[in-house]
Each structure stands twice: as structure tokens, then as C-alpha cells.
């Protein structure tokens, strides 16, 4: 298995594709990052929070970012709130969250959706309660000029759009949603943004400036 290996700290590198990324993001409340390895989407939301000059919460559900900054491979920026939801806490820091976005501009990266599903998967209406959980997010940052990333490992049906990976459950969409699909080419993330009719409508190339070992 190949394994990214994360700077703990920024490095001065050109960041030409990373700032056009950052204003496609600040365009919607509501961004979708689709991904396939887990560990390119973390270098990916990484690099948003490096450069991204606004509070971040971040509810991470599959542990992955949590366990890079457990073992100091990831520096924890003072302005990032990072959140471990279970069961027993959803309720609580669903709350919390939505206190916070309510009050200042930030940012509220959810990783990933399917952690979000996982934490549900014993509720019959799992679809339809988490659908209500990120529009209830949405509604709250767009209210302080807030923008919502939600991560998903997906992969695409034919003809169907894209799915979550193992269940199969369709990707939320919305008009006023940007999705961008991640890959990668040599030492380069490739963040292809989709449009309406599933097609790319731009690719956008970031250097990952990490170690492959």
C-alpha cells in the first residue's frame, strides 16, 4: 500500500493551483471533494486549511486527520477546532457546530460522508436524516458567509452518477453545490471540478510537495 507522507509544516511553493481552487470553494456554501484514496484527500484538505485564513471545524469521522495529528506528521493550526464525533456526542456537537457557524465566518470540513453514514447506519432513514443534517449546516454558514467542505470516497456508476463507496448510496447533490473530483498525476493532485451534466468543467493541477514512501 502506497502511504503519503504529510509536511508538518507549510513550505514556500508556488501555490498558483491551490488559490484557484480556494476561490472556486468560496463560491457555494456547499462543496463536495469526491475522492478515491483517502490519503491524497487528506494532502487535499490540508493544503485548505494552510490556506484558508478563517476558523475551521473539522468533524472527522473516518479518524484519518486525526491520527496524522496524533502522531505530529500534521501540525494542528490554533485556529482549527478538531472534532471526533460518536453516538453518544452526535447530538451535542451537532449543537455545538452550528453555534459556531452561526456567530463568524469559517470554514466546516466534514470528513467524510461516509463516516457520517457509518455513525447512522442502524437508522432506517439514515438518508434523508444526514441529507437534513448538512442542509441544516448549509443554511447556518450561508447566514455568516460560511462555506461547508464535505468529503466522500465515491466511484462512478454508469449512467447513475456518482455513489459512496460500498453502500452505493447516491453523492448529495445540489445546483448550488461545487463538486470536485480528486486524482493523481506523478507528484500532482488533479482537482477536476464537475459540472451539472457530470462532465469536467475544469482540471486544476497542486503540487502535493510530500514524500511517497
Known amino acids: 500500500m502506497t502511504r503519503l507522507a504529510l509536511d508538518k509544516n507549510p513550505k514556500q511553493y508556488s501555490d498558483e493551483g491551490l488559490s484557484s481552487i480556494m476561490k472556486i470553494i468560496e463560491l457555494n456554501t456547499l462543496n463536495s471533494i469526491m475522492f478515491s484514496d483517502p490519503f491524497l484527500k487528506t494532502i487535499f484538505l490540508n493544503k485548505l486549511i494552510l490556506k484558508t485564513n478563517t476558523p475551521i471545524f473539522y468533524l472527522d469521522f473516518d479518524l484519518l486527520y486525526s491520527g496524522y495529528v496524533t502522531s505530529n506528521i500534521i501540525s494542528l493550526r490554533n485556529d482549527v477546532t478538531l472534532y471526533r464525533p460518536t453516538k453518544d456526542d452526535w447530538i451535542k456537537t451537532l449543537k455545538t457546530i452550528l453555534l ?77 453545490m461545487t463538486r470536485i473530483q480528486l486524482d493523481q498525476i506523478n507528484s500532482n493532485i488533479i482537482a477536476n471540478v464537475i ?19
Open 100 to 176: 459556531k457557524l452561526s456567530e463568524n465566518k469559517s470554514m466546516l470540513i466534514m470528513d467524510s460522508l461516509n463516516g457520517l453514514f457509518n455513525l447512522h447506519n442502524e437508522k432506517k432513514d439514515a438518508g434523508r436524516l444526514i441529507n437534513s443534517y448538512i442542509m441544516l449546516f448549509s443554511c447556518v454558514a450561508k447566514m455568516s458567509n460560511s462555506c461547508i467542505v464535505l468529503s466522500s470516497i465515491t466511484r462512478k456508476k454508469n449512467d447513475e452518477g456518482w455513489a459512496l463507496s460500498i453502500t452505493g448510496r447516491h453523492v448529495i447533490e445540489s445546483k448550488q
Open 195 to 213: 459540472g451539472e451534466k457530470d462532465n469536467t468543467k475544469q482540471s486544476i493541477k497542486i503540487p502535493i510537495q510530500s514524500e511517497l514512501i
